[in-house]
């Protein structure tokens, strides 16, 4: 695909103007699934369409697939802000988890025509804005997680992914391979949609009943819930675990908590809370369920992440 210009006017014509408009939904994809952030995926995307316009028309016009240019500049863009990301999360107060995301299928923003090399290997792009595999990937170095999402998720082969990384296509599938261990090995096996909703809904009617038997048998006996304040609203620092201890936990909460009200939600495509005050959105929960239990709760109250949650 090339962008074309109009006689004399510099200017791309509307149908291709229309189609580099149309990537941006796809590149906002790719970059929260790279940085975990939103905000931040926007401010790449931004930036991707700020060198784009940078460029001369005639520049422009030279660009054979102007999709893969804006997807190689965000990539790369997103490789440099990961390694600042690290120092960042250092420093952060608590827990630092992903931004979580209301709904899921605008979110998804996959590669058109794009096909998994190996099925075993598909990662689906419902499962790759998942909370559990969100948490994954920032075990990653950002190579790793550049390789593997941009091949695994988004189906680049890895001849374009080394232009990104800026390593050879054999050391990107190696790269690639190694995340996808780390994948496998934490992976929880498929819990079918309903099963997972009905569970969370349990849950959640438990919490507010304050009910601390019932919630122990909702959870796995080393089941984990993390939340992330950021500093900003008071969290537990350090991850809550053991299913009594959690039990306990949510219970005091309810009961230290009057007139907040949990609703059942749809977080980074998988069955979520979301607990309101007054209307406002003060805290979202993704969760992570095996088997029969729930096996991690992540819990966000950084006011910074819960923009998209937020009315208007």
Not at 67 to 87: H, P
Not at 118 to 130: G, M, Y
Request: proline fraction near 7%; include cysteine; aromatic fraction near 6%.
């Amino acid at each position: 695909m090339s962008s074309r210009s109009e006689p004399g006017g510099g200017r791309p014509a509307p149908d291709a103007l229309s189609a580099i408009v149309d990537e941006r939904h796809r590149l906002l994809g790719l970059a929260y699934r790279l940085l975990g952030s939103l905000a931040e995926a926007e401010d790449v995307v931004q930036e991707t369409y700020a060198r784009w316009y940078a460029m001369s028309p005639r520049q422009r016009e030279a660009v054979e697939s102007p999709g893969g240019w804006l997807a190689k500049v965000a990539g790369r863009v997103c490789l440099d802000l990961l390694g600042s990301a690290r120092v960042r999360r250092e420093r952060y107060v608590g827990e630092w988890v992903p931004e979580p995301l209301p709904g899921s299928a605008e979110w998804l923003g996959g590669r058109p025509g794009a096909a998994a090399a190996d099925p075993a290997d598909r990662v689906t792009l419902e499962e790759s804005i998942s909370m559990a595999f969100l948490v994954v990937l920032e075990s990653m170095s950002p190579a790793e997680r550049v390789a593997f999402v941009l091949h695994d998720v988004f189906r680049y082969p890895f001849a374009e992914v080394a232009e990104i990384v800026g390593r050879t296509p054999a050391a990107c599938r190696q790269l690639a391979s190694s995340a996808r261990r780390r994948v496998r090995t934490a992976r929880a096996p498929a819990v079918p949609a309903a099963r997972q909703a009905e569970l969370v809904g349990d849950f959640r009617r438990a919490w507010e009943a304050k009910d601390i038997g019932a919630l122990i048998g909702l959870l796995d006996r080393d089941a984990t819930a993390t939340g992330d304040g950021g500093g900003r609203v008071r969290a537990e620092l350090r991850p809550v675990v053991g299913a009594e201890r959690i039990a306990r936990f949510f219970a005091e909460r309810a009961a230290a908590s009057p007139g907040m009200t949990i609703v059942e939600r749809t977080v980074n495509g998988r069955p979520g809370l979301e607990a309101r005050r007054d209307g406002a959105t003060v805290s979202v929960y993704a969760f992570e369920i095996a088997g029969d239990r729930i096996r991690h709760i992540w819990a966000v109250l950084n006011p910074a992440k819960l923009r998209p949650w937020m009315p208007g």
